[in-house]
């Protein structure tokens, strides 16, 4: 098994070959010896990606993750320290993938905005979350399995799992239970969101969906579902 110095090296020379971008973004990865477990990327480029995740993985491991525009793509542990694992991809992916991904983050494109370090692992922002990472979030800090949570709510875990993934949302009537559940006010639970990083992110997305397709940005329209 290769060394952690060895590792880093590796995973640097890597690095400097595929500019990597700033995101955060909750997904769901499988180890190869069987299991799964949501993960939370903080960076990617075409080559590797950084992520957090308390999942039982070591040097070597073979992991798949979902990643918009791709579904399961393979990758290999290069480094771990603590919950932070450095990972290469078994092969290159696309840039409409590092698109797909972007446009899921609410981080912003460190590539174009220039405004935090390449490196940099960003704080747990109730405002940078959407519903389903906020529900993830809340639900661990305070413990409780996603089965847990269905047995106190009378739903089942399937449906809790749609929730954290963002397939489904709690009917009405369910939201004030779950944020008692969680220890939560409603609102928190909710996280109004603020408008003013909204309109940068739909233009931020305009002009990389614009990009990708070759047209202008104010030939792009985008419909937002509730």
């Not at 070597?60 to 791709?70: C, F, G, K, T, V």
């Not at 709510?153 to 949302?169: F, I």
């Not at 909710?190 to 202008?216: C, H, N, W, Y």
Request: hydrophobic share 40%.
């Amino acid at each position: 098994m290769a060394n952690k110095a060895h590792s880093e090296d590796l995973l640097q020379s890597v690095i400097a070959r595929a500019p990597r971008r700033a995101v955060k973004l909750d997904v769901r990865g499988a180890g190869m010896r069987g299991g799964s477990a949501f993960m939370t990327l903080y960076n990617i480029s075409e080559t590797g990606l950084l992520l957090h995740s308390e999942a039982a993985l070591d040097v070597d491991d073979i992991i798949s993750i979902d990643l918009p525009e791709a579904g399961g793509v393979q990758a290999s542990v290069i480094w771990r320290s603590g919950g932070l694992i450095g990972c290469q991809f078994a092969t290159p992916i696309g840039k409409n993938v590092l698109s797909a991904v972007a446009l899921r983050s609410a981080v912003p494109d460190v590539e174009r905005d220039g405004n935090r370090p390449m490196d940099a692992v960003p704080a747990s922002v109730s405002g940078d979350e959407s519903f389903g990472g906020r529900l993830h979030r809340l639900r661990k800090e305070k413990g409780l399995t996603q089965g847990q949570i269905a047995t106190l709510l009378g739903v089942s875990k399937p449906t809790v799992w749609a929730w954290e993934q963002g397939r489904a949302r709690p009917v009405e009537s369910r939201l004030d239970a779950l944020a008692q559940v969680l220890s939560v006010d409603r609102s928190t639970l909710m996280a109004e969101p603020d408008m003013s990083v909204l309109g940068e992110l739909l233009t931020r997305s305009k002009e990389q969906i614009a990009q990708a397709f070759g047209t202008r940005p104010d030939n792009v329209r985008i419909m937002i579902e509730l």
